[in-house]
T-cell receptor, first 118, second 116 residues
Framework: DTGVSQDPRHKITKRGQNVTFRCDPI?????LYWYRQTLGQGPEFLTY????????KSRLLSDRFSAERPKGSFSTLEIQRTEQGDSAMYLC????????????????FGSGTQLSVL | AQTVTQSQPEMSVQEAETVTLSCTYD???????LFWYKQPPSRQMILVIR??????QNATENRFSVNFQKAAKSFSLKISDSQLGDAAMYFC?????????????FGKGTRLSVIA
């Protein structure tokens, strides 16, 4: 098991373009999270999935953002019409939880995708 | 809403010495989890240590230990015998224990430098 994998590692795009990031969680992990981290800040929650269901979305996730997790495996995060304020590192994390210990989960993070919007 | 505050943007420590990173948090809940994560230049967040609020005993993991003061809402991380590989960003994080659906809330981080 190689851990949580994110692709690409870096992405440079022009304002107005669409971008898509991919996250491959640890095998058999049923939860998958997306976080955003800007310079000098800690990660901020964006959204999360349990299997293929998107259970919660932060107010930070504007209409230009969409995330999917088809078949409960990998996930994609798409940003449409990118703006300079979208420049950040996008972190993915996964965990495996049971029904009885949902609050006891341990997150495993990927190395992130660094987005620069010019 | 819960908030996590790390008041030290940067810290430095001599190799083999001990350093303490501060964290305070604000919550009205009585049951929760607290975490310290390390983010090295590779950018991958790594869990360093975790504390359950209902436990009075401070958590320890080898050279890492915490000082959990529930009444003061303080959760500091002590790194003993600091090593060059400890140099990284350290984030304090909070999670409610009342629901399995609440995400981690992170502080802004403390950048730790280790001087050889």
């Amino acid at each position: 098991d190689t851990g949580v994998s994110q692709d690409p590692r870096h992405k440079i795009t022009k304002r107005g373009q669409n971008v898509t990031f991919r996250c491959d969680p640890i095998s058999e992990h049923n939860r998958l999270y997306w976080y955003r981290q800007t310079l000098g800040q800690g990660p901020e929650f964006l959204t999360y999935f349990q299997n293929e269901a998107q259970l919660e979305k932060s107010r930070l996730l504007s209409d230009r953002f969409s995330a999917e997790r088809p078949k409960g495996s990998f996930s994609t995060l798409e940003i449409q019409r990118t703006e300079q304020g979208d420049s950040a590192m996008y972190l993915c994390a996964s965990s495996k939880i049971g029904s009885r210990d949902a609050t006891n989960e341990k997150l495993f993070f990927g190395s992130g995708t660094q987005l620069s919007v010019l | 809403a819960q908030t996590v505050t790390q008041s030290q943007p940067e810290m430095s420590v001599q190799e083999a010495e001990t350093v303490t990173l501060s964290c305070t948090y604000d919550t009205s809940e009585s049951d929760y989890y607290l975490f310290w994560y390390k983010q090295p230049p590779s950018r991958q967040m790594i869990l360093v240590i975790r504390q359950e609020a209902y436990k009075q005993q401070n958590a320890t993991e080898n050279r890492f230990s915490v000082n959990f003061q529930k009444a003061a809402k303080s959760f500091s991380l002590k790194i003993s015998d600091s090593q060059l590989g400890d140099a990284a960003m350290y984030f304090c994080a909070y999670r409610s224990a009342y629901s399995g659906n609440t995400p981690l809330v992170f502080g802004k981080g403390t950048r730790l430098s280790v001087i050889a």
